[in-house]
Nanobody
Framework: VQLQASGGGLVQAGGSLRLSCVAS????????MGWFRQAPGKEREFVAA????????YYADSVKGRFTISRDNAKNTVYLQMNSLKPEDTAVYYC?????????????????WGQGTLVTVSS
Protein backbone atom coordinates (compact mmCIF):
# COMPACT_ATOMS: atom_id res chain seq x y z
CA VAL A 1 0.00 0.00 0.00
CA GLN A 2 1.28 3.44 -0.91
CA LEU A 3 -0.15 6.31 1.09
CA GLN A 4 -0.17 9.95 0.06
CA ALA A 5 -1.13 12.52 2.68
CA SER A 6 -2.17 16.05 1.77
CA GLY A 7 -4.14 19.01 3.03
CA GLY A 8 -1.68 20.56 5.41
CA GLY A 9 -0.96 24.26 5.49
CA LEU A 10 -0.85 27.40 7.58
CA VAL A 11 -3.95 28.26 9.60
CA GLN A 12 -4.73 30.63 12.45
CA ALA A 13 -5.60 29.33 15.87
CA GLY A 14 -9.26 28.40 16.01
CA GLY A 15 -9.35 27.50 12.35
CA SER A 16 -9.91 24.20 10.59
CA LEU A 17 -8.14 21.94 8.14
CA ARG A 18 -9.01 18.62 6.58
CA LEU A 19 -6.20 16.21 5.86
CA SER A 20 -6.58 13.50 3.26
CA CYS A 21 -4.71 10.26 2.82
CA VAL A 22 -5.15 8.48 -0.49
CA ALA A 23 -4.09 4.86 -0.81
CA SER A 24 -2.98 3.01 -3.88
CA UNK A 25 -1.99 -0.57 -4.40
CA UNK A 26 -4.54 -2.12 -2.07
CA UNK A 27 -7.98 -1.31 -0.81
CA UNK A 28 -8.22 0.51 2.50
CA UNK A 29 -11.40 -1.38 3.39
CA UNK A 30 -9.30 -4.16 4.94
CA UNK A 31 -6.98 -1.85 6.88
CA UNK A 32 -7.22 0.02 10.12
CA MET A 33 -6.06 3.57 9.56
CA GLY A 34 -4.21 5.86 11.88
CA TRP A 35 -3.03 9.45 12.00
CA PHE A 36 0.11 10.38 13.87
CA ARG A 37 2.03 13.61 14.19
CA GLN A 38 5.52 14.75 15.02
CA ALA A 39 6.26 18.25 16.20
CA PRO A 40 9.75 19.75 15.87
CA GLY A 41 12.06 18.30 18.47
CA LYS A 42 9.45 15.88 19.76
CA GLU A 43 8.67 12.22 19.32
CA ARG A 44 5.93 10.99 17.06
CA GLU A 45 2.59 10.77 18.81
CA PHE A 46 -0.74 9.14 18.12
CA VAL A 47 -3.61 11.35 16.99
CA ALA A 48 -6.52 9.19 15.80
CA ALA A 49 -7.35 5.76 14.42
CA UNK A 50 -10.23 3.68 13.20
CA UNK A 51 -10.73 -0.05 12.83
CA UNK A 52 -10.62 -1.83 9.48
CA UNK A 53 -14.43 -1.88 9.36
CA UNK A 54 -14.62 1.77 10.47
CA UNK A 55 -16.86 0.78 13.37
CA UNK A 56 -14.48 1.89 16.13
CA UNK A 57 -12.58 5.15 16.39
CA TYR A 58 -9.92 6.23 18.85
CA TYR A 59 -8.48 9.62 19.67
CA ALA A 60 -5.68 11.06 21.71
CA ASP A 61 -6.98 13.02 24.67
CA SER A 62 -5.37 16.17 23.30
CA VAL A 63 -7.55 16.13 20.16
CA LYS A 64 -10.73 14.48 21.40
CA GLY A 65 -13.77 16.58 20.53
CA ARG A 66 -11.82 18.64 17.99
CA PHE A 67 -10.57 16.08 15.44
CA THR A 68 -12.56 13.47 13.53
CA ILE A 69 -11.25 10.53 11.53
CA SER A 70 -13.37 9.23 8.70
CA ARG A 71 -12.97 7.30 5.50
CA ASP A 72 -14.44 6.87 2.05
CA ASN A 73 -13.60 3.37 0.93
CA ALA A 74 -14.96 4.03 -2.55
CA LYS A 75 -12.27 6.70 -2.93
CA ASN A 76 -9.70 4.69 -0.98
CA THR A 77 -9.23 7.75 1.18
CA VAL A 78 -9.13 8.46 4.89
CA TYR A 79 -9.62 11.94 6.30
CA LEU A 80 -8.73 13.82 9.44
CA GLN A 81 -11.02 16.79 10.05
CA MET A 82 -9.29 19.17 12.44
CA ASN A 83 -11.32 21.94 14.09
CA SER A 84 -10.50 24.49 16.76
CA LEU A 85 -6.83 24.19 15.94
CA LYS A 86 -4.27 25.29 18.49
CA PRO A 87 -0.62 26.29 18.06
CA GLU A 88 0.35 23.06 19.85
CA ASP A 89 -1.22 21.11 16.98
CA THR A 90 1.63 22.29 14.75
CA ALA A 91 3.39 19.21 13.43
CA VAL A 92 3.98 16.98 10.44
CA TYR A 93 0.98 14.67 10.19
CA TYR A 94 1.35 11.12 8.92
CA CYS A 95 -1.25 8.57 7.93
CA UNK A 96 -0.63 4.87 8.41
CA UNK A 97 -2.34 1.59 7.53
CA UNK A 98 -2.59 -1.67 9.44
CA UNK A 99 -3.93 -4.67 7.53
CA UNK A 100 -6.87 -6.20 9.36
CA UNK A 101 -6.28 -4.06 12.39
CA UNK A 102 -8.80 -2.85 14.94
CA UNK A 103 -7.19 0.53 15.43
CA UNK A 104 -4.36 1.17 17.84
CA UNK A 105 -2.29 4.09 19.11
CA UNK A 106 0.84 1.95 18.79
CA UNK A 107 2.71 3.14 15.74
CA UNK A 108 4.75 -0.02 15.43
CA UNK A 109 1.56 -1.96 14.59
CA UNK A 110 1.16 -0.12 11.26
CA UNK A 111 2.83 -1.63 8.23
CA UNK A 112 2.47 1.28 5.83
CA TRP A 113 3.16 4.97 6.24
CA GLY A 114 2.60 8.06 4.15
CA GLN A 115 5.17 10.79 3.66
CA GLY A 116 3.59 13.38 5.94
CA THR A 117 1.97 16.78 5.50
CA LEU A 118 2.89 19.87 7.50
CA VAL A 119 0.29 21.67 9.59
CA THR A 120 1.25 25.02 11.07
CA VAL A 121 -1.10 26.80 13.44
CA SER A 122 -0.29 30.42 14.20
CA SER A 123 -1.35 32.16 17.38
Amino acid sequence: VQLQASGGGLVQAGGSLRLSCVASGRTLSTHAMGWFRQAPGKEREFVAADSWNAVNTYYADSVKGRFTISRDNAKNTVYLQMNSLKPEDTAVYYCAADLGGWGTPEGNKYEYWGQGTLVTVSS
